[in-house]
């Protein structure tokens, strides 16, 4: 046990600022909520025992929980690999050894600073509007532009849009995996003839999986904890008819709408089994798609 | 351009706001002997200006208290107060509504103000209607800082540009919604603007619709009373005036079903020559917009039927975390008595309901507080006995009604369809709740 210690104690040192935070500040809330998700509890007065009567309602009578989930799972099967897949054009456009390449980096990576925030949501709103600016320039060009943020046949893919838009986290990490890979495989493949496509799927993708499998996880994990862009855009209830109504969403509308904190918490922790079990579903299959270069096999 | 100058307007009277409540909370030091009382309501730009000034003369006569404020807008500013309940940290004094109020009493949030009556709090000069309107099972909890009914507001410059003349060719105390569709079909025409706001998903408009056909929004029992033929008539009501061309494109209205900010009325934005509110909410509109609005009743069915209540706009109440009840009394006091705070606080949450108060705002009155005094003495009589309050539940029948009524306004199912599709869930939450 010691010797553990003493052999990873770096690591636990550079872990330690989240470690303090986790034990002094989060873990209690969350013991906490895991009680409350037992209870009837309205805030003002104490809480009381009501055993699984919330998870009984939400699976058996909450026609509003169904919605969210299929909402939350559009999202998350839609955005999640069309960001992957935009974050992994824009860097293998930028690995391509273009000048002043440190600008575009930053200049790319900015709206995933600036995505969660309240700002951008309301950015977009205006962005979306009938009277907005995709609508100006449609109008340009003779078209004529749907209600995206009222029609709920648009609402979620102004969303998706936007989620698209913050790929430069993912971005990052592929233009540094990228770099990782030998350039000679792709030198010998050229001798061999090979094109830009049998290049990409024969050299760069099997070798890039780690990485791919590694932003995967982590852009399902937040896509399905999105909640701030259409908290703003659907005006916090999930409106047009539900279809912004992310899990999130109705999450914050049962505590703080409805005052059913303990409902809220039930739902908290039914999000939190849905994200282990599709984390625990993509390490699964990752046994038969990713490589790692040091395995032995 | 209209609307630049309109944003710019926010920006300048947000930012007002902002620096009195620094000043007040920087410009005079809170020493040690202070006693501190929080005031916390729900605003907008306008009252809050009225507000954070009236705060400033009370704690300018009142050596020994300082009295802070805290605002927020009307969605944001039950969330907070909740996460204050649970956290034992409520203000002193916080503002309440009439259809809420009487959670927050049941729950013991909100506490009795009887024993302060008479010593740090004066309700001498209160009107009977308004001490009755805050007492619940005997005992006194509320003091009302203004009445209030439901109003419409009409852009006096497009009803002149098309003709309509308020008295004339369109009484605004007594129009029928065949007028209503008539006329706004005919500013449509004439000016290019349309008539009126889509109520379709206004729960307002609804439950006055309700009353006016003779039923109430909720049984003695606590169960839901509009009817399936109720729900449908009221949705085909709408749907003719926006199928005559009175009123935005139903899509354009199903952005704003359930959006509660006065800037996004179509008064405010241009979009339409009419909006509804409640009757104190007027001067806060006028001040978002250059043309003069006029006030008129909600329409109304051909059998007259009065479907609107008057009733308490808002309360202040005292907050059982206050840790000092005496001074926050006399705050509340002097909130609706002392002159010179109530010239500055004027109609914008209401008519007040001090005599005295009345009296001396009247000759100081604004133009658009004048349309506002002129409309209560309109409707005095004219209106509904005010029902019980609403049940628990009834903030999510009524999100349930704007989410279903999108549905109506986009066209994507028949109206007798989502009615009943309504009223099914209206009694599952009322059942649940």
Redesign the interface.
Not at chain 1, 42 to 45: A, M, Q
Not at chain 1, 149 to 152: A, G, K, N, R, T
Not at chain 1, 256 to 259: D, E, T
């Given at each position: 046990m010691l010797r553990f210690f003493r052999r990873n104690f770096a690591g636990y040192a550079f872990l330690s600022p989240w470690l303090i935070g986790f034990f002094l500040l989060a873990i209690g809330p969350i013991l906490a909520s895991l009680y409350l998700s037992f209870t009837k509890y309205?805030?003002?007065?104490p809480p009381q025992w009501i055993g699984l009567d919330n998870y009984f309602y939400m699976f058996q009578m909450d026609q509003r929980f169904w919605k969210a989930l299929q909402v939350t799972f559009s999202f998350v099967v839609i955005s999640v690999p069309l960001k992957l897949i935009f974050a992994l054009g824009v860097a293998m456009a930028l690995d391509k050894g273009i000048r002043a390449i440190g600008w575009y980096r930053a200049l790319f990576y900015l709206p995933s600073i600036l995505g969660g925030s309240i700002a951008v949501a309301i950015l977009w709103r205006q962005l979306f509007?009938?009277d907005g600016v995709i609508n100006s320039i449609l109008r340009l060009f003779g078209g004529d532009g749907?209600?995206w943020?009222?029609?709920?046949k648009y609402s979620l893919w102004t969303l998706i849009v936007l989620a698209i838009w913050q790929f430069g986290s993912p971005m990052l990490i592929f233009l540094a995996g990228l770099r990782a890979i030998p350039q000679e495989l792709y030198e010998a493949a050229e001798i061999d003839a090979a094109g830009p496509v049998r290049k990409f799927f024969a050299i760069t993708v099997p070798l890039l999986a780690p990485v791919i499998f590694f932003n995967l996880v982590l852009q399902m994990i937040e896509a399905f904890k999105s909640f701030s862009g259409a908290f703003i855009i659907s005006?916090?209830?999930?409106?047009?008819?539900?279809s912004l109504l992310f899990f999130t969403v109705y999450l914050y509308n049962e505590a703080?709408?409805?005052?059913r904190?303990g409902y809220a918490s039930a739902l908290a922790w039914v999000l939190l089994l849905i994200i282990a079990l599709f984390t625990a579903i993509a390490f699964w299959t990752s046994k038969y798609w990713v490589h790692y270069e040091n395995e032995r096999g | 351009m209209s609307k630049f100058n309109r944003r710019q307007f926010l920006h300048t009277s947000a930012g007002f706001a902002g620096s009195v409540a620094v000043m007040s909370a920087f410009g005079r030091p809170a020493f040690a002997q202070d006693t501190a009382v929080r005031h916390f309501w729900w605003g907008n730009p306008e009252r809050d200006k009225r507000t954070f000034a009236v705060i400033d003369i009370y704690n300018g006569k009142t050596p020994g208290v300082v009295v802070s404020g805290e605002t927020l807008g009307f969605a944001d500013y039950f969330t907070k107060l909740t996460t204050q309940i649970a956290g034992g940290n409520m203000p002193d004094v916080i503002q309440q509504g009439y259809g809420v109020l009487f959670e927050y009493i049941a729950n013991g949030a909100v506490v009795p103000l009887d024993d302060y009556v008479g010593k740090s709090l004066d309700i001498s000069k209160m009107d009977q209607s308004a001490i009755d309107a805050g007492t619940v099972g005997g005992k006194f909890y509320a003091l009302s800082i203004g009445a209030n009914s439901h109003m419409a507001v009409f852009n006096t410059r497009l009803f002149e540009e098309a003709g309509v003349k308020p008295g004339e060719t369109f009484d605004p105390f007594a129009y029928t919604y065949d007028e209503l569709k008539e006329f706004a079909a005919a500013i449509k025409e004439a000016t290019g603007v349309a008539g009126t706001d889509d109520n379709t998903a206004d729960y307002q408009n609804f439950s006055d619709f309700t009353v006016q056909k003779g039923a109430n929004l909720y049984n003695e029992d606590g169960s839901y009373g509009p009817t399936q033929e109720i729900v449908e008539e009221y949705w085909s009501t709408w749907a003719g005036i926006r199928d005559a061309g009175g009123t935005p494109p139903g899509p354009e209205s199903a952005a704003l079903a359930g959006v509660a900010e006065l800037s996004q009325l179509g008064v405010v934005t241009g979009k339409s020559a009419m909006s509804y509110l409640w009757s104190n909410q007027l001067v806060g509109v006028q001040g978002l917009m250059q043309d003069v609005l006029g006030a008129a009743v909600y329409p109304n069915t051909p059998a007259m039927i009065p479907g609107s209540v008057i009733q308490p706009s808002q309360f202040v109440c005292l907050t059982r975390d206050s840790g000092n009840p005496e001074a926050a009394t006399a705050y509340m006091s002097a909130f609706v008595n002392d002159l010179d705070m109530t010239a500055v606080l004027g109609l914008e949450r209401g008519i007040p309901s001090n005599s005295e108060v009345r009296a001396a705002l009247e000759p100081n009155l604004s133009p658009a507080e004048k349309v506002s005094v002129e409309f209560f003495d309109r409707i005095q009589g004219k209106t509904a006995p005010l029902t019980a309050p609403p049940p628990s539940g009834s903030a999510e029948v009524e999100q349930t009604f704007e989410r279903l009524a999108v549905s109506v306004l986009l066209g994507e199912r028949s109206i007798p369809e989502v009615a009943t599709d309504f009223l099914n869930q209206a009694k599952a939450i009322l059942a649940r709740a």
């Open positions: 309205n805030v003002v007065r509007n009938y749907p209600y943020l009222s029609d709920p005006g916090g209830t999930g409106a047009p008819l539900d703080f709408s409805f005052l904190m | -």
